[in-house]
């Protein structure tokens, strides 16, 4: 089935620094990629996503691109700010029976 | 549209209580799922269900069960509390494309 392998956090950051948040996937065949964000106190809520190889999906100052060749969605973002401490999740469709989503990555940016 | 709503938000239950967790959402999506999520852990699936009438375990079923006899509800019954069911239950659904949508979840502690 299809599974994603996301880099472990966490992470903490300076305002206005460079975000990576690696994520890599493996697949029967072209699986959606996802990233969900899950701020504190809340449920995960979808941040961005693509559907096929080189497509970009972008939100809210973040990327990704669906890179067939390295099998990789690894989300990006130029500067970050204080409003972007949470949780992040990489995720792939599959199944009726969907996987679990991983522990996800905690990032903490500092002002 | 309300989306994925979840009631209670907050419950405390003594050991060998019961409850059920009500779910229900308004996008007419077939897909429905259950996730608990421990403090700092991933989510990991309970039940799902790819329509009325129709419900399957997930990774981690034991001491819980499901129903779905409409589209709308999709109800997450706990027999027996015991304390290692603390957790924040999410139900979500699914659409066509795999882009999943939470509710705002439960907070249950078992003591």
């Known amino acids: 089935g299809n599974s994603v392998t996301q880099m472990e956090g966490p992470v903490t950051l300076s305002e206005e620094a460079f975000l990576t948040i690696n994520c890599t996937y493996t697949?029967?065949?072209?699986?959606?990629l996802f990233w969900y964000v899950q701020y504190p106190g809340e449920g995960l809520q979808l941040l961005l996503k693509?559907?096929?190889?080189?497509d970009k999906g972008s939100n809210k100052g973040f990327e990704a691109t669906y890179r067939k060749e390295t099998t990789s969605f690894h989300l990006e973002k130029g500067s970050v700010q204080v409003s972007d401490s949470a949780v992040y999740f990489c995720?792939?469709?599959?199944?009726?029976?969907?996987?679990?989503f991983g522990s996800g990555t905690q990032l903490t940016v500092l002002p | 549209n309300a989306g994925v709503t979840q009631t209670p938000k907050f419950r405390i239950l003594k050991i060998g209580q019961s409850m059920t967790l009500q779910c229900t959402q308004d996008?007419?999506?077939?897909?429905m799922y259950w996730y608990r999520q421990d403090p700092g852990m991933g989510l990991k699936l309970i039940y799902y269900?790819?329509?009325?009438?129709?419900?399957d375990k997930g990774e981690v079923p034991n001491g819980y069960n499901v129903s779905r006899s409409t589209t709308e509800d999709f109800p997450l019954r706990l027999e027996l509390a015991a304390p290692s069911q603390t957790s924040v239950y999410f139900c979500a659904t699914r659409d066509v494309s795999y882009e999943q949508y939470f509710g705002p979840g439960t907070r249950l502690t078992v003591t």
């Open positions: 269900s790819v329509g009325a009438g129709i419900t």
């Open positions: 693509a559907t096929k190889a080189d």
């Open positions: 996008m007419n999506h077939n897909y």
């Open positions: 995720h792939s469709s599959g199944s009726a029976r969907q996987l679990t």
């Open positions: 697949a029967t065949g072209y699986p959606s």
